[in-house]
Protein backbone atom coordinates (compact mmCIF):
# COMPACT_ATOMS: atom_id res chain seq x y z
CA UNK A 1 0.00 0.00 0.00
CA UNK A 2 1.45 3.47 -1.44
CA UNK A 3 0.84 6.34 1.35
CA UNK A 4 -1.05 9.18 0.07
CA UNK A 5 0.94 11.83 1.79
CA UNK A 6 4.02 10.87 -0.53
CA UNK A 7 4.42 12.42 -4.00
CA UNK A 8 4.26 10.01 -6.86
CA UNK A 9 7.41 11.60 -8.25
CA UNK A 10 9.34 11.31 -4.89
CA UNK A 11 8.64 7.55 -4.69
CA UNK A 12 9.54 6.86 -7.93
CA UNK A 13 12.99 8.87 -7.51
CA UNK A 14 13.61 7.13 -4.62
CA UNK A 15 12.90 4.19 -5.87
CA UNK A 16 15.29 4.46 -8.50
CA UNK A 17 18.19 5.73 -6.51
CA UNK A 18 17.40 2.69 -4.47
CA UNK A 19 17.42 0.29 -7.22
CA UNK A 20 20.30 1.65 -8.87
CA UNK A 21 22.65 2.52 -6.03
CA UNK A 22 21.68 -0.88 -3.49
CA UNK A 23 24.70 -3.11 -5.35
CA UNK A 24 27.01 -0.14 -4.79
CA UNK A 25 26.35 0.65 -1.30
CA UNK A 26 26.11 -2.75 -0.57
CA UNK A 27 29.44 -3.87 -1.41
CA UNK A 28 30.69 -0.84 0.10
CA UNK A 29 28.92 -1.83 3.53
CA UNK A 30 29.79 -5.45 3.02
CA UNK A 31 33.72 -4.53 2.71
CA UNK A 32 34.17 -2.51 5.94
CA UNK A 33 31.63 -4.98 8.45
CA UNK A 34 32.29 -8.09 9.56
CA UNK A 35 28.84 -9.39 10.00
CA UNK A 36 25.74 -10.03 7.81
CA UNK A 37 23.53 -8.08 10.36
CA UNK A 38 25.58 -5.21 10.12
CA UNK A 39 25.90 -4.89 6.89
CA UNK A 40 21.85 -4.85 6.36
CA UNK A 41 21.84 -1.88 8.87
CA UNK A 42 24.07 0.01 7.33
CA UNK A 43 22.25 -0.44 3.93
CA UNK A 44 18.99 0.34 5.48
CA UNK A 45 20.24 3.26 7.72
CA UNK A 46 22.19 4.41 4.63
CA UNK A 47 18.76 4.57 2.56
CA UNK A 48 16.68 5.84 5.75
CA UNK A 49 18.94 8.78 5.52
CA UNK A 50 18.46 9.60 1.81
CA UNK A 51 14.85 9.30 2.42
CA UNK A 52 14.78 11.76 4.85
CA UNK A 53 17.07 14.12 2.72
CA UNK A 54 15.96 13.01 -0.68
CA UNK A 55 16.47 16.97 -1.54
CA UNK A 56 19.83 17.13 -0.70
CA UNK A 57 20.65 14.04 -2.38
CA UNK A 58 22.32 15.12 -6.22
CA UNK A 59 21.19 13.34 -9.44
CA UNK A 60 23.88 11.20 -11.30
CA UNK A 61 27.02 9.94 -10.82
CA UNK A 62 27.20 12.37 -7.78
CA UNK A 63 24.55 10.10 -6.40
CA UNK A 64 26.51 7.35 -5.27
CA UNK A 65 29.11 9.39 -3.81
CA UNK A 66 26.20 11.18 -1.83
CA UNK A 67 25.26 7.18 -0.41
CA UNK A 68 28.56 6.67 0.24
CA UNK A 69 29.18 9.62 2.49
CA UNK A 70 26.02 8.79 4.47
CA UNK A 71 27.26 5.13 4.87
CA UNK A 72 30.85 6.18 5.91
CA UNK A 73 28.90 8.54 8.48
CA UNK A 74 26.75 5.69 9.27
CA UNK A 75 29.61 2.80 10.18
CA UNK A 76 31.50 5.53 11.83
CA UNK A 77 28.26 6.12 14.38
CA UNK A 78 27.81 1.82 14.64
CA UNK A 79 32.10 1.89 15.58
CA UNK A 80 31.33 4.46 18.02
CA UNK A 81 28.50 2.49 19.13
CA UNK A 82 30.06 -0.48 19.40
CA UNK A 83 33.13 1.13 21.04
CA UNK A 84 30.96 2.77 23.63
CA UNK A 85 28.99 -0.84 24.29
CA UNK A 86 32.37 -2.96 24.52
CA UNK A 87 33.68 -0.01 27.52
CA UNK A 88 30.51 -0.32 29.15
CA UNK A 89 30.50 -4.04 29.24
CA UNK A 90 34.18 -4.09 30.37
CA UNK A 91 33.23 -1.65 32.96
CA UNK A 92 30.40 -3.59 34.33
CA UNK A 93 32.64 -6.74 34.18
CA UNK A 94 35.07 -5.39 36.75
CA UNK A 95 32.45 -3.58 39.18
CA UNK A 96 31.00 -7.10 39.27
CA UNK A 97 34.22 -8.54 39.88
CA UNK A 98 34.98 -6.58 42.62
CA UNK A 99 31.25 -6.95 43.90
CA UNK A 100 31.95 -10.87 44.05
CA UNK A 101 35.38 -10.08 45.72
CA UNK A 102 33.97 -8.17 48.55
CA UNK A 103 31.12 -10.13 49.55
CA UNK A 104 32.02 -12.14 52.94
CA UNK A 105 32.60 -16.13 52.19
CA UNK A 106 29.95 -18.43 53.44
CA UNK A 107 30.91 -22.24 52.96
CA UNK A 108 26.93 -22.95 51.87
CA UNK A 109 27.45 -20.52 48.99
CA UNK A 110 29.33 -22.88 46.73
CA UNK A 111 27.29 -26.46 48.03
CA UNK A 112 23.87 -23.44 47.44
CA UNK A 113 25.43 -22.78 43.98
CA UNK A 114 26.20 -26.58 42.69
CA UNK A 115 22.88 -27.89 44.04
CA UNK A 116 21.24 -25.22 42.23
CA UNK A 117 23.02 -25.59 39.12
CA UNK A 118 22.31 -29.25 39.10
CA UNK A 119 18.56 -29.01 38.96
CA UNK A 120 16.66 -29.41 35.97
CA UNK A 121 16.02 -25.89 34.28
CA UNK A 122 12.42 -25.79 34.86
CA UNK A 123 12.92 -26.58 38.89
CA UNK A 124 15.56 -23.34 38.96
CA UNK A 125 13.22 -21.65 36.83
CA UNK A 126 10.15 -21.45 39.37
CA UNK A 127 13.09 -21.40 42.24
CA UNK A 128 14.20 -18.44 40.80
CA UNK A 129 11.13 -16.98 40.43
CA UNK A 130 9.77 -17.40 44.25
CA UNK A 131 13.20 -16.41 46.42
CA UNK A 132 14.83 -13.77 43.99
CA UNK A 133 11.46 -12.11 42.44
CA UNK A 134 9.55 -12.94 45.43
CA UNK A 135 6.29 -14.24 43.10
CA UNK A 136 3.52 -15.78 44.63
CA UNK A 137 2.21 -19.19 43.63
CA UNK A 138 -0.25 -16.99 41.64
CA UNK A 139 1.71 -14.87 39.86
CA UNK A 140 4.36 -17.59 39.41
CA UNK A 141 1.12 -19.39 37.68
CA UNK A 142 0.58 -16.57 35.55
CA UNK A 143 4.44 -16.46 34.55
CA UNK A 144 4.60 -20.27 33.33
CA UNK A 145 1.09 -19.93 32.06
CA UNK A 146 -0.48 -22.61 34.21
CA UNK A 147 -2.60 -23.07 36.93
CA UNK A 148 -2.01 -21.79 40.39
CA UNK A 149 -2.17 -25.53 41.80
CA UNK A 150 0.30 -26.34 39.21
CA UNK A 151 2.78 -23.39 40.01
CA UNK A 152 2.28 -24.56 43.96
CA UNK A 153 3.27 -28.18 42.97
CA UNK A 154 5.88 -27.37 40.74
CA UNK A 155 7.62 -25.25 43.92
CA UNK A 156 7.14 -27.41 45.93
CA UNK A 157 8.76 -30.54 44.17
CA UNK A 158 11.43 -27.96 43.16
CA UNK A 159 12.22 -27.13 46.60
CA UNK A 160 11.86 -31.07 47.74
CA UNK A 161 14.75 -31.46 44.90
CA UNK A 162 16.63 -28.58 46.22
CA UNK A 163 16.64 -30.01 49.77
CA UNK A 164 17.51 -33.36 48.86
CA UNK A 165 20.71 -32.48 46.93
CA UNK A 166 22.05 -29.63 49.71
CA UNK A 167 21.06 -33.08 52.42
CA UNK A 168 18.54 -30.89 54.43
CA UNK A 169 15.17 -31.10 54.58
CA UNK A 170 14.36 -27.62 56.09
CA UNK A 171 12.67 -25.81 53.22
CA UNK A 172 13.57 -22.03 54.82
CA UNK A 173 17.03 -23.28 55.01
CA UNK A 174 16.73 -23.92 51.33
CA UNK A 175 14.86 -20.57 50.29
CA UNK A 176 17.28 -18.63 52.42
CA UNK A 177 20.09 -20.03 50.78
CA UNK A 178 18.92 -19.47 47.23
CA UNK A 179 17.86 -15.81 48.02
CA UNK A 180 21.41 -15.11 49.33
CA UNK A 181 23.66 -17.45 47.85
CA UNK A 182 22.96 -18.12 44.07
CA UNK A 183 22.01 -14.50 42.40
Known amino acids: ?3 PRVPPDTRDRFERLYLDCYPAVHRYALRRT ?5 VADVIAETFLAAWRRLDDVPDG ?13 VLANHRR ?5 SALASRLRG ?34 LASWEELTGPQIATVLGCSSTAA ?19 EVTVMTALRGETR
Open 1 to 3: MQD
Open 34 to 38: DSADD
Open 61 to 73: DATVLWLYGAARR
Open 81 to 85: GESRR
Open 95 to 128: ELAVGQEAAPADPRTEAVRTAFAALDPADRDVLA
Open 152 to 170: RLRLYRARRRLARLLDTTD
